[in-house]
């Protein structure tokens, strides 16, 4: 079910409180902390925005084009690639991660009259692909989340992340392959609303195919997130 572009992460990555599972596996849901009148993330590794006013934005921003690494290798003759796929496994070589993916959901919470969304990362060491997002091979934004600091800590590195380096994603045994186009280390905890939904808007759906993993930094306080967007290699 494709949901409203209203169910933004904004505040990232998770740390404790409120419980949930889904599909056997068990996820958190932060508290929000208050300041100035205005919710703003709690200090942990769960992905809240808060949805007070403004336009939302249609699409996610664009990014910049990269030359694909394969295109030296012509493509098979009659070969179609696969779309519509659920992703399941996440491998990134350039920080040696190899770790299943699982869905993840978002959980409504009610504040002050007002309403908010937060996606849920699992609590293990997995990848969280936000079940909204586009499937793999089709176009879309496909959204992945994780821990950083507890959990397996299955994204702890991914803030070392450059331009160029390779993203593999499978489901089954077919693979999709992506290269990181952008790398964001962006300003959340207790910024302003405008900000945050600002950061937000890279986990809106997209006019093209792309990936983007997110997740929190740094580990002893997460007043930043990770934003890694990578395009297909086809």
Same mark, same amino acid.
């Given at each position: 079910?494709?949901?409203?572009?209203?169910?933004?992460?904004?505040?990232? +990555?998770?740390? &404790?409180?409120?419980?949930?599972?889904?599909?056997? =596996?068990?996820? %958190?849901?932060?508290?929000?902390?208050? =300041?100035?009148?205005?919710?703003?993330? /709690?200090?942990?590794?769960?992905?809240?925005?808060? +949805?007070?006013?403004?336009?939302?934005? !249609?699409?996610?921003?664009?990014?910049?084009?990269?030359? &694909? +690494?394969?295109?030296?290798?012509?493509?098979? &003759?009659?070969?179609?690639?696969?779309?519509?796929?659920?992703?399941?496994?996440? *491998?990134?070589? /350039?920080?040696?991660?190899?770790?299943?993916?699982?869905?993840?959901? *978002?959980?409504?919470?009610?504040?002050?009259?007002?309403?908010?969304?937060?996606?849920?990362?699992?609590?293990?060491?997995?990848?969280?692909?936000?079940?909204?997002?586009?499937?793999?091979?089709?176009?879309?934004?496909?959204?992945?989340?994780?821990?950083?600091?507890?959990?397996?800590?299955?994204?702890?590195? @991914?803030?070392?992340?450059?331009?160029?380096?390779?993203?593999?994603?499978?489901?089954?045994?077919?693979?999709?392959?992506?290269?990181? =186009?952008?790398?964001?280390?962006?300003?959340?905890?207790?910024?302003?609303?405008?900000?945050? @939904? !600002?950061? /937000?808007?890279?986990?809106?759906? %997209?006019?093209?195919?792309?990936?983007?993993?997110?997740?929190?930094?740094?580990? !002893?306080?997460?007043?930043?997130?990770?934003?890694?967007?990578? @395009?297909?290699?086809?």
């Amino acid at each position: 079910m494709k949901l409203n572009w209203m169910i933004l992460l904004g505040s990232l +990555l998770v740390v &404790a409180g409120l419980a949930n599972s889904f599909l056997g =596996a068990r996820q %958190t849901a932060s508290p929000f902390d208050v =300041a100035d009148g205005e919710v703003v993330q /709690a200090s942990d590794n769960s992905f809240d925005i808060p +949805l007070l006013r403004g336009s939302p934005p !249609e699409v996610a921003p664009p990014v910049p084009r990269l030359e &694909a +690494l394969s295109s030296s290798q012509p493509a098979q &003759a009659g070969a179609e690639r696969p779309a519509g796929l659920v992703p399941d496994r996440l *491998v990134i070589p /350039a920080i040696n991660l190899d770790a299943p993916i699982v869905p993840t959901q *978002v959980k409504k919470i009610e504040y002050q009259g007002q309403t908010y969304y937060q996606w849920l990362a699992p609590n293990q060491p997995a990848a969280g692909w936000h079940d909204s997002s586009a499937l793999l091979g089709e176009p879309g934004n496909t959204v992945l989340n994780g821990h950083h600091n507890v959990y397996g800590k299955v994204f702890k590195d @991914l803030v070392d992340l450059h331009e160029g380096d390779l993203i593999e994603v499978y489901s089954g045994n077919v693979l999709f392959k992506y290269q990181v =186009a952008l790398a964001m280390l962006l300003p959340e905890r207790y910024r302003s609303l405008s900000v945050r @939904l !600002e950061n /937000a808007r890279w986990i809106l759906p %997209t006019q093209d195919e792309r990936l983007t993993l997110i997740t929190c930094w740094p580990p !002893e306080s997460n007043t930043h997130r990770v934003i890694i967007v990578a @395009l297909p290699v086809k």
